[in-house]
């Protein structure tokens, strides 16, 4: 039965007002009576009794979508279907009356499903003479912030004859209760105390308390609509933009939009106004196509933003000035914005300009980085002069390797020697000139070995180092620790290592030993690339090795080094 009544709801929803039988409520009794004031806001919920209902009303569109309403003035006249409309209203879970009139007496029905399969409510709608109010209090009040104000219940002021008992006050829905975290509202009997007053106790307050006609109860209910305000502004309007005279850069052909943002104090009764004028004349002949729009209002006032749009910039919106015009009850103020044609040469000019220069930039970051080696060995050639003048030094580089045993056979030393005694002489000595010290070609022996290694080291501006296993876990290991002593007591040495072959640190090195593999400049040796002379391996070896060379920069050599710098970018 109650899903044909609710086939028959939904069928009939379409309508306004509609005819239509609920056969299961036909003989269900009222459960809730309401009496209120004609021309008053009424608010009545679809809810089962509750003496300790925390709300009254639900504006959830969610909970709207589940209740129907149906209602009739006489029990013989057929029920009629209630959808949304002015009024009353339908807000969430409840039904609005702004205001409710002598003709909304009557009997009204409810039904959520699942819920509420029936709910009759009735509603007598009285004006204040028949319920014999006297003194009714108005069901507006505007509350000063900050001070201490009251609010009274206007339905107690009717009904003089009959005892009542205490008021329930609900804000917006809500069940106003005594709470230590407010102290400074107070509930007394039929009002409310509020000292102070603040912004947030602006709302809807809506006041019920029973009465007894005879042997019928009845819920007295009435509202009050509660705004908080603070003094009128004395101060007129206050531009943000824009500030006096504005000059906005404008691309004829193109729309605009000319902004106004202007702050408004507070004002209860508001008279402000803002207009956009074309060279200080509101023209009723052109009409410039305005927006407003107002952010949300405080007791401090608010702001509102007021748009005029221009189709297309004209020459002769270029030669006009347009006036922004905002007055209110205290006084006016105008701001003006000029239009400037926007030179579009000019700055496509400069988005290009930075574009290529950036590129630039990138170019010539990548070129020196990929060259660094050859354009400092460049730069030492043609502008650098010798620094080994006056140093004291008789050697340009001490050679240390691994020294070869005659019980030893291993065609990896072999090789290493090769490189220490033949390839890197080759190199160095005889394509760059420099000196190197190899002890057994340069020392007379006689001497202590170690002793020998350390003068042989001090008058050396540079130690190769040539790393190889047998180079680590061998007693030539000595002269790595001896060069690193005497590059921390002379700063003109420096050290210079040669990855020959892949080792492994054995754990017993010393530690100076070990710090001196982790930070100090290592190259590289790849035997099967490296030997050649114009490979990598020997610009770094040049690279890390003192200066020598020193030319007179003359126009011949300017010229060499510009045909080598250019070698290098078409190489």
């Known amino acids: 039965?109650?899903?044909?009544?609710?086939?028959?709801?939904?069928?009939?929803?379409?309508?306004?007002?509609?005819?239509?039988?609920l056969p299961g409520c036909s003989h269900v009794e009222p459960q809730i009576r309401y009496r209120a004031i004609s021309d008053e806001e009424f608010v009545l919920q679809c809810a089962l009794p509750d003496r300790n209902a925390a709300h009254i009303y639900n504006n959830s569109l969610l909970k709207?979508?589940?209740?129907?309403?149906f209602w009739h003035q006489k029990d013989k006249e057929p029920l009629k279907a209630i959808k949304g409309s002015s009024n009353p209203a339908l807000r969430g879970d409840a039904l609005w009356f702004k205001p409710v009139r002598d003709s909304a007496s009557g009997v009204y029905i409810c039904m959520i499903r699942e819920k509420i399969p029936c709910l009759k409510i009735v509603l007598e709608v009285q004006t204040k003479k028949a319920a014999k109010c006297s003194d009714y209090?108005?069901?507006?009040?505007?509350?000063?912030?900050?001070?201490?104000?009251?609010?009274?219940?206007?339905?107690?002021?009717?009904?003089?004859?009959?005892k009542k008992p205490d008021v329930k006050w609900y804000k917006d829905g809500h069940q106003i209760k005594h709470k230590k975290s407010r102290q400074s509202l107070k509930l007394k009997p039929n009002e409310i105390y509020l000292n102070p007053t603040y912004e947030k106790d602006a709302g809807i307050y809506v006041c019920d308390y029973t009465l007894y006609d005879n042997t019928t109860k009845w819920t007295m209910r009435t509202a009050v609509t509660v705004e908080v305000i603070t003094k009128n502004t004395t101060h007129p309007p206050n531009f943000l933009y824009p500030n006096g005279v504005v000059i906005l850069e404008a691309e004829l052909g193109k729309p605009l939009e000319l902004e106004c943002r202007v702050q408004f104090g507070f004002e209860r009764v508001s008279l402000?106004?803002?207009?956009?004028?074309?060279?200080?004349?509101?023209?009723?002949?052109?009409?410039l196509n305005q927006e407003t729009s107002i952010y949300p209002k405080g007791l401090k006032g608010h702001t509102l933003l007021h748009v005029a749009k221009l189709k297309e910039v004209t020459e002769r919106d270029l030669r006009s000035n347009f006036t922004c015009f905002a007055e209110n009850s205290v006084g006016n103020a105008t701001a003006v914005i000029q239009l400037k044609r926007k030179q579009r040469?000019?700055?496509?000019?400069?988005?290009?300009?930075?574009i290529c220069t950036l590129f630039a930039f990138l170019l010539c970051t990548a070129f020196i980085y990929q060259h660094w080696?050859?354009?400092?060995?460049?730069?030492?050639?043609?502008?650098?002069?010798?620094?080994?003048?006056?140093?004291?030094?008789?050697?340009?580089?001490?050679?240390?390797?691994a020294k070869l045993d005659s019980s030893e056979s291993d065609s990896a030393l072999i090789s290493e020697e090769k490189f220490a005694l033949e390839l890197l002489p080759d190199m160095l000595e005889n394509k760059y000139g420099y000196k190197l010290?190899?002890?057994?070609?340069?020392?007379?022996?006689?001497?202590?070995?170690?002793?020998?290694?350390?003068?042989?080291?001090?008058q050396s501006r540079r130690a190769i180092i040539i790393l190889s296993p047998a180079y680590i876990s061998g007693p030539s290991i000595f002269e790595l620790q001896a060069a690193v002593n005497c590059a921390l007591e002379d700063k003109k040495i420096k050290l210079v290592l040669i990855k020959f072959q892949a080792f492994q640190e054995p754990e017993t090195l010393p530690p100076?030993?070990?710090?001196?593999?982790?930070?100090?400049?290592?190259?590289?040796?790849?035997?099967?690339?490296?030997?050649?002379?114009?490979?990598?391996?020997?610009?770094?070896m040049h690279y890390h090795m003192p200066v020598k060379s020193t030319k007179v920069l003359g126009n011949c050599s300017l010229k060499n080094f510009f045909q080598r710098l250019f070698s290098l970018i078409y190489r």
């Open 1 to 21: 039965m109650l899903s044909l009544c609710w086939i028959l709801a939904l069928f009939v929803s379409g309508a306004e007002v509609r005819e239509i039988n």
């Open 64 to 69: 709207q979508h589940e209740v129907k309403w």
């Open 137 to 162: 209090d108005r069901n507006m009040l505007y509350l000063l912030a900050d001070n201490g104000n009251s609010i009274s219940c206007p339905g107690t002021k009717c009904y003089r004859h009959i």
């Open 272 to 287: 402000m106004r803002v207009t956009w004028k074309r060279n200080n004349d509101e023209n009723i002949n052109e009409k």
């Open 345 to 354: 040469v000019f700055l496509l000019y400069v988005l290009c300009s930075a």
């Open 373 to 401: 080696i050859e354009i400092v060995l460049m730069y030492r050639s043609y502008l650098v002069h010798n620094e080994t003048t006056g140093d004291g030094k008789e050697f340009d580089a001490f050679v240390s390797y």
């Open 437 to 458: 010290c190899i002890l057994e070609r340069d020392i007379l022996p006689g001497g202590a070995y170690t002793d020998e290694v350390v003068t042989a080291i001090k």
């Open 512 to 540: 100076v030993v070990k710090k001196a593999l982790r930070i100090l400049p290592v190259v590289t040796w790849k035997s099967s690339i490296s030997a050649a002379p114009n490979k990598k391996f020997w610009k770094y």
